[in-house]
């Protein structure tokens, strides 16, 4: 069972940027350097460019241009987006040298008018990107292999220079596997397998004992 990591990265100078709308109101923007390669990171990490750049291309693809490269406020435990948690879109990520240069609005969800009102007393806040994928160690870093997977290119923390032990602790101490197009995590995908197996042993054992009862019948 070949089992990935979630990975996070946080960069601390975003650029927080609030500007007057048409319509007398605000429009709340998060801007700068989102993700970084072949740069050994404060976690020790480099994501070769060749393996950030081709994720990146899916990503715009996939979430970026069909508007749905949502963002969470604060440090999910898991890959997947939870909707009820989403503060912000992405709307743009392109390459600028050994960088990836993104820009996200700040929507009016529950968790978007967190960030508003942070932003407006002046909060300093930064983004973290977050991903699967395996590492290879080697040269004193751990390289992020070409199974990597960008499950978002930014949610938005308020310790982006914080160490990173606690995140790491609780977000990538855990092992997942892709389980029909989907992440789950490796406990529960070994649970899921040694119960489809006692399943299948008991549907064997069935059809054995119904047949049984019909070579008795003969």
Do not use: C
């Not at 990935?4 to 601390?12: D, M, P, R, T």
């Not at 609780?170 to 992440?183: D, F, P, Q, R």
């Amino acid at each position: 069972m070949n089992t990935v990591k979630l990975i996070s990265e946080a960069v601390e100078d975003a650029e927080l940027i609030v500007e007057e709308n048409d319509k007398g109101g605000k429009n709340y923007k998060i801007r700068g350097v989102f993700m970084q390669s072949d740069v050994k990171n404060r976690n020790g990490r480099v994501y070769p460019q060749e393996v950030l750049a081709k994720e990146v291309v899916k990503y715009n693809k996939n979430f970026i241009n069909e508007n749905r490269a949502f963002g969470e406020l604060g440090h999910p435990d898991g890959p997947t987006v939870n909707l009820e948690r989403v503060s912000h879109m992405i709307t743009s990520l392109t390459p600028d040298g050994k960088n990836f240069i993104g820009e996200a609005k700040i929507m009016d969800t529950p968790m978007g008018k967190i960030v508003k009102n942070l932003m407006d007393e002046g909060a300093k806040l930064g983004v973290s990107s977050r991903g699967m994928g395996s590492l290879e160690q080697k040269n004193g870093a751990n390289y992020v292999r070409d199974d990597f997977y960008l499950a978002t290119a930014a949610d938005i923390v308020a310790d982006p220079s914080a160490p990173n032990a606690f995140v790491q602790g609780i977000m990538e101490g855990k092992e997942w596997v892709w389980n029909n197009g989907s992440l789950v995590e490796a406990h529960v995908a070994d649970l899921k397998k040694k119960f489809d197996a006692k399943q299948r042993q008991i549907n064997v054992n069935e059809v054995a004992l119904e047949f049984a009862k019909f070579l008795k019948k003969l």
